[in-house]
Structure formats: structure tokens, C-alpha cells
């Protein structure tokens, strides 16, 4: 079974550009999270989608930060633009269901530098 | 508002040696699952176990064992004979059912010295 995969891997951008990411969860998985890692701590959700709708994005700063997921499968994450605080690894999980109990697989995650 | 703190920043042992990392969670809910996710060098963070509220049993898995404590509101992970392979950052982490999204504490960097 294929895993989670996110592309790019890295990215390095100059602060005030745009950036996006995706994600391609693993089949028949119904929810994508996408998470913000900074060095030294935990993954922080951004926002989560159960099939194509919003469940959660309390956490996501709307004023520079947008995600869809069309069709209920792939997902892109867009920062626009971006400052210097935005370096981190973005990360993308999905599970089987919106059930909280379920764990989440996660990808290997797009290293952004904002220089 | 659900939080996990994972107090151990780092620690260092010695292969075979026996190592604990704790957890101690906050939270309103009183139903929840509680997990533990292990982030070895290459990135990706891989599932080890998730408990729920309501299930206060102790687990055992090969040289891993989980200690569930609702009294004291904490998810110890043990690791038994510790091996150079289980280096690595591991992150204990709540999903509260009314909250609707989980948390991750900030992890424990775990390193093994032959």
C-alpha cells in the first residue's frame, strides 16, 4: 500500500513570495490534516478536511495561508505571501475516518525555507 | 483547551539500558485517545499506539510498554533494553472528542549510544 506523498521535498523561497504544496493522502483515506513543524517542536494542525469539507482550521492564518482539497483526494496548501516565520516542515496526514481514535499516517514532509 | 507536555526535552542512555519518556496531558473531555508517534531521523512520524479514556489497561509490545494513568493524567512510554534504532523524536499526543482535532506535545529526543 502506497504511502502519504508531498511534493516538493524542499523548497526555499525569498520572504514575500508564494509557495504552494501537495498532498496525496493514502487511497480511501476520508481525512487530511496538514501540519506546521517548527525545529524543536511538535506538529501544529493547520487545518483538517473530512472527504472535500473543513472540519478544522482554527489554526490556519488565513490572512497568507489557504488550503483545498478538490474532489476529496489531493490536497495543496498555499502560503502567500511568505514571511520568515513560516520556515518550517509542512506536514500531511491522513486517516481512515473523521473518528478521532483513528492514527494517522503521516508523509515525509516539505522542508520550506523563507530567506 | 486540550495541552501535552512532554517535560524531557532529551535524553541520552546507553544501549540496553531501560528508558521512560513521559507524558502528562490536560484536558475538559472525558472521553479522548491518547497516542504515541515516533519521528526517527529520516522525518516521518510513525503511529505506535493510541489508547482511549475509557481503557486504563496497560500495553506490551515487545521491548515497548505503555502506562495509561487517568488519575494522574499521564501516558508513560517505556522502553525496555533500549537499541541503537530507537533513536529518535517521539511525540505523545491527544484528540479530544469535542475539540475535534488533536494535539502533539513538543517530544522527547531520544538517543541510544552503543
Known amino acids: 500500500e502506497a504511502g502519504v506523498a508531498q511534493s516538493p521535498r524542499y523548497k526555499i523561497i525569498e520572504k514575500r513570495q508564494s509557495v504552494a504544496f501537495w498532498c496525496n493522502p493514502i487511497?480511501?483515506?476520508?481525512?487530511l490534516y496538514w501540519y506546521q513543524q517548527i525545529l524543536g517542536q511538535g506538529p501544529k494542525l493547520l487545518i483538517q478536511?473530512?472527504?472535500?469539507?473543513?472540519?478544522?482550521d482554527s489554526q490556519l492564518p488565513k490572512d497568507r495561508f489557504s488550503a483545498e482539497r478538490l474532489k476529496g483526494v489531493d490536497s495543496t496548501l498555499k502560503i502567500q505571501p511568505a514571511k520568515l516565520e513560516d520556515s518550517a516542515v509542512y506536514l500531511c496526514?491522513?486517516?481512515?475516518?473523521?473518528?478521532?481514535?483513528?492514527?494517522?499516517?503521516f508523509g515525509p514532509g516539505t522542508r520550506l525555507t523563507v530567506t | 483547551a486540550q495541552k501535552v507536555t512532554q517535560a524531557q526535552t532529551e535524553i541520552s542512555v546507553v544501549e540496553k539500558e531501560d528508558v521512560t519518556l513521559d507524558c502528562v496531558y490536560e484536558?475538559?473531555?472525558?472521553?479522548?485517545?491518547l497516542f504515541w508517534y515516533k519521528q526517527p531521523p529520516s522525518g516521518e512520524l510513525v503511529f505506535l499506539i493510541r489508547?482511549?479514556?475509557?481503557?486504563?489497561q496497560n500495553e506490551i509490545s515487545g521491548r515497548y510498554s505503555w502506562n495509561f494513568q487517568k488519575s494522574t493524567s499521564s501516558f508513560n512510554f517505556t522502553i525496555t533494553a533500549s537499541q541503537v534504532v530507537d533513536s529518535a523524536v517521539y511525540f505523545c499526543?491527544?484528540?479530544?472528542?469535542?475539540?475535534?482535532?488533536?494535539?502533539f506535545g513538543d517530544g522527547t529526543t531520544l538517543t541510544v549510544k552503543p
Open positions: 484536558t475538559r473531555d472525558t472521553t479522548y485517545y
Open positions: 478536511f473530512q472527504n472535500n469539507g473543513v472540519v478544522d
Open positions: 489508547r482511549n479514556s475509557f481503557d486504563e
Open positions: 499526543a491527544l484528540s479530544e472528542i469535542n475539540a475535534g482535532k488533536s494535539t
Open positions: 496526514a491522513s486517516s481512515l475516518e473523521g473518528v478521532l481514535g483513528n492514527e494517522q499516517y
Open positions: 487511497s480511501g483515506h476520508a481525512t
